[in-house]
């Protein structure tokens, strides 16, 4: 039978997208792997769903392994038992949690100090996060006095998010929101005012300069690649942060009739992703509008504001400084800084999205002179490329893989 290969190559600048269908998923093969980098543990009920998310990380050259909740245990002293576990034998580096707070709870729930990242203090040392943490949250809605919940529409925005090319005028696109109270400009405006060595587009809308509701929808509507606020904040929105005392809140967001590109958001404030609320967060708002974001860092409770600043100029650092593009060693990075040890609001922040996931800084090139040669016995693929990462799988499903 003639086998098709499919080729992927990965590199920082290169990127081929590929056609990808939720029916064709080869569990066995996922969750065969011992050696493995990505864990994700889900609620049983969407096991079935994240899998072909696993699939298309594992392609991608991040070996990924699915575990149900079930076979964990639901408390989070039995979910970190097994992440240390996976840890120390397998050396993990990014966990991804899929489910809500209810069934997979934060750390330390119901206290000052909830919030996911614990999950990835590891080693004992209370100043170090070791493995970045992310969630998917199911949306939920109610259909003929039933609770239908799904976890498809965060998974098809962050696989969107890494086929898809933003155009060039946004790949650099940086929105600075900064409330009225000058006491937060200072931060946005030295995060805007400093050189770095690769240099976003920054565009400031801040509350203190006639910055608006109306502003931040339009930017939202043009296309940038990340969104950040500085300021005061609640859980369910960026509190009067123009100076005409308007909120932005999920309501703003439903204003918004197009936009060619989801953002990250980095909401550096607190509450805004107070997860264990009965209403729905800004943060969650965010990630569940079509019209939103493909991932948002905020905290579950009340920051300190020295801390904050520290830890938002540090984002950029990571990522404009350092060369980090994942967006889980983005926030480890910055909230390991050593300026931070003291600062145990940190701990507060967490991530809805895939930490994975790798921000858009430059324009892919495709390659043009690829050659694939098969010998039978083996597969040779020239590239002009030292150290890409290469994944071939039979078929356009990629139902089996096999990294070289």
């Known amino acids: 039978m003639k086998i098709l290969y499919f080729l992927l190559l990965i590199n920082f600048q290169i990127f081929i997208s590929v056609h990808y269908s939720r029916s064709n998923i080869n569990n066995s093969t996922i969750n065969s792997i011992k050696l493995y980098d990505y864990l994700i543990i889900a609620d049983d009920k969407f096991f079935y769903d994240i899998n072909r998310f696993a699939d298309w990380k ?15 245990g639901k408390e989070w002293k039995e979910i970190k038992n097994f992440v ?19 069934n997979i709870p934060l750390v330390y729930p119901h206290t000052n100090y909830s919030s996911d990242i614990r999950y990835g203090d590891l080693d004992g040392n209370v100043f170090n996060i070791e493995v970045p943490v992310g969630r998917i949250i199911p949306s939920k809605k109610i259909l003929c006095y039933q609770i239908f ?19 060039d ?8 929101i900064s409330h009225q109270n000058k006491i937060y ?6 995060i805007f005012n400093k050189e770095y060595i690769n240099q976003p587009k920054f565009i400031k809308v801040f509350g203190a300069e006639s910055g608006c509701n109306e502003d931040i929808n339009t930017f939202l509507s043009s296309g940038v690649n990340i969104v950040n606020y500085r300021g005061h904040a609640g859980a369910t929105g960026w509190d009067s942060w123009s100076n005409i005392g308007e909120s932005f809140s999920g309501s703003e967001l439903n204003k918004i009739s197009y936009q060619p590109w989801n953002p990250i ?3 550096i404030a607190c509450f805004t992703a107070d997860l264990e609320m009965e209403d729905l967060t800004i943060a969650e708002e965010f990630v569940m509008n079509k019209y939103g974001a493909v991932a948002f860092l905020g905290a579950t409770g009340a920051t300190e504001n020295t801390m904050n600043n520290i830890f938002n100029k540090k984002l950029f650092s990571s990522i404009c400084n350092q060369n980090i593009f994942l967006l889980g060693n983005i926030i480890k990075n910055s909230m390991n800084d050593y300026s931070l040890e003291s600062c145990f609001d940190r701990y507060k922040y967490l991530l809805i999205g895939d ?3 790798e921000i858009w800084t430059n324009k892919s090139q495709k390659f043009t002179n690829v050659k694939l040669i098969d010998n039978k016995n083996n597969v040779i693929i020239k590239t002009s490329i030292d150290s890409c990462k ?3 799988s039979s078929t356009m499903s990629g139902r089996n893989f096999t990294k070289l």
């Open 58 to 72: 594992t392609r991608k050259g991040i070996t990924t392994k699915v575990v149900k909740l079930s076979s964990i």
């Open 84 to 102: 240390k576990h996976e840890y120390e034998k397998n050396n993990i580096k990014f966990i991804l949690l899929v489910g809500d707070v209810e």
């Open 149 to 167: 919940e799904d976890v498809n529409y965060a998974i098809d925005k962050l696989i969107n998010y890494e086929i898809q090319l933003p155009a």
């Open 169 to 176: 005028d946004i790949i650099n696109n940086v929105l600075l």
């Open 185 to 190: 400009n200072s931060c946005s405006n030295s």
């Open 265 to 267: 958001v980095f909401s």
């Open 355 to 357: 930490p994975t996931l």
């Open 390 to 392: 290469v994944c071939v």
